[in-house]
């Protein structure tokens, strides 16, 4: 199984991001919070900020929107051409029909499911996303530590797409680290957010390269 490793950028110095890049340059996606203070009790940084991130960046940036009105905004990330714009099941009826308008806006397609959404509720629209997002913290914050039972929602989440033959990445976010990201791996995760786990060290890329290890089961 290919894995990905995405440093969240919710962990770096949010007046150096240009700097801050660089020093996650072995990464394969950079995940990049939006988060609006409503749905979540917590704020960073819009469409302007991202559009810049777009520009700097060397690598894809992995949007995950928390944010209520994803029927407005979402496509509007999309349409800066960042690869991949996940949004939350919580935050819309109609999740099918948005990650239409976000794939034919050029942008992969994700569906991000809070800890205490059951995958059973959504199982029959992972055939629309190109990434579901099981959150293994309460989103909002980094630097918590993640929930044990959202790992058996992992492999539920690799249940369906395996049965259903999908191509469908299953990535966690959220107090991801060198003790369990193994673990993460073995319910099925293939792309794996890190903030403080990696942040938090001086070289970054030897961090990137030992996550990446744990995770291959190497
Ligand atoms: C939390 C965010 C995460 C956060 C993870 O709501 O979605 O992406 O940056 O941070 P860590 O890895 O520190 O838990
Ligand atoms: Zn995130």
Known sequence: ????????????????????????????????DVMDNHFVPNLTFGLATVERLQQLSAKPLDVHLMIEDVDRWAEKYAELGVFSVTFHAEATDNPRLLAQKLRERGSRAGLALKPNTPVE??????????????MTVEPGFGG???????????????????????????????????????????????????????????????????????????
């Open 1 to 32: 199984m290919t894995v990905r490793i995405c440093p969240s950028i919710l962990s770096a110095d949010f007046a150096n991001f240009e700097s801050e890049l660089a020093t996650i340059s072995d990464s394969d996606l950079i995940h990049v």
């Open 121 to 134: 509720k959504y199982a029959d629209v992972f055939a629309s996303f190109d990434q579901v997002l099981i």
């Open 144 to 218: 918590q530590s993640l929930i044990e039972h959202t790992l058996d929602k992992v492999a539920q989440a690799r249940a369906v797409i395996d049965s259903n033959d999908l191509t469908t990445w299953l990535q966690v976010d959220g107090g991801i680290d060198m003790s369990n990201i193994a673990r993460a791996a073995e319910a099925g995760a293939d792309t794996f957010v890190a903030g403080s786990a990696i942040f938090k060290h001086v070289d970054r890329n030897a961090q990137i390269a030992l996550m990446r290890a744990a995770a291959s089961g190497s």
